[in-house]
């Protein structure tokens, strides 16, 4: 079973997230055993000082080395692996994809750290983490939510944690392309009806037609992952030949 070893300043912010939803209920059954650290709780002093002035000067504060070293080191020897991959959630990180969430998925253990404030010391940088990762390229005021929202893309893929294993293959990003529209019934809502196609049961069309919407969908929206995608000379075809501003 995976393990997630989360240090942060606030463990309770990740309490509704992870003791509902699909992730919650995945979290309760065991497929993975995510655990919460106060990082303060590695202080020593009376105020549990976890942050401190910006060396040559500039507004915030700095998160001391002193506290993350002691925990990880601490939850290191208790996992006693020989190495345990120890992320910092930092906006100056790589880009998290769908790749990273399944390498991620394939460990038996990891370690992440919620930055906080202007950020981190660079030693717990340059000499405790092993990967540095950011969500997106926006400033989120702390690392919780990118924890969380990391937590959930790889729990999803561990085995057990939702349904079926075809509804993960079949989802955005894994095939490089984005997803084809769903719809359920009623087959005509508001006068928008359900396209004819999908209620034809013919299922060579139906997928034909998943597979058109899929590439035209990621060539309007998403051009840059295109160049990553398999296309086949169908799909070239047509994406050449559609007018990608019009709908
Ligand atoms: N901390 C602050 N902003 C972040 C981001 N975009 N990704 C990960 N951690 C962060």
Known sequence: MLRIDILTLFPEAFSGYLEHSIIGRAVQRQVADVRLHNIRSFTHDRHHTVDDYCYGGGAGMVMKPEPLFEAVECLRGEIG?????????????????????????????????????????????????????????????????????????????????????????????????????????????????????????NHKEISDWRRRQSVLRTARRRPDLLGKAELTDTDLNLVKSTDLNNN
């Open 81 to 201: 692996a020989d190495h345990c991959p120890v992320v910092l959630l930092t906006p100056g990180g790589r880009l998290f994809t769908q790749e990273i969430a399944g390498s991620y998925a394939a460990l038996n253990n990891l370690i992440m750290i919620c930055g906080h404030y202007e950020g981190v010391d660079e030693r717990v940088a340059e000499h405790l983490v092993t990967d540095q990762v950011s969500i997106g390229d926006y400033l989120l005021s702390g690392g919780e939510p990118a924890a969380m929202v990391i937590i959930d893309s790889l729990i999803r893929l561990l085995p057990g944690a939702i349904g079926s294993e075809t509804s993960l293959v079949e989802e955005s990003h894994v095939g490089g392309l984005l997803e084809y529209p769903h719809y359920t019934r009623p087959p005509e809502f508001r006068g928008w009806k359900v396209p004819d196609v999908l209620l034809s049961g």
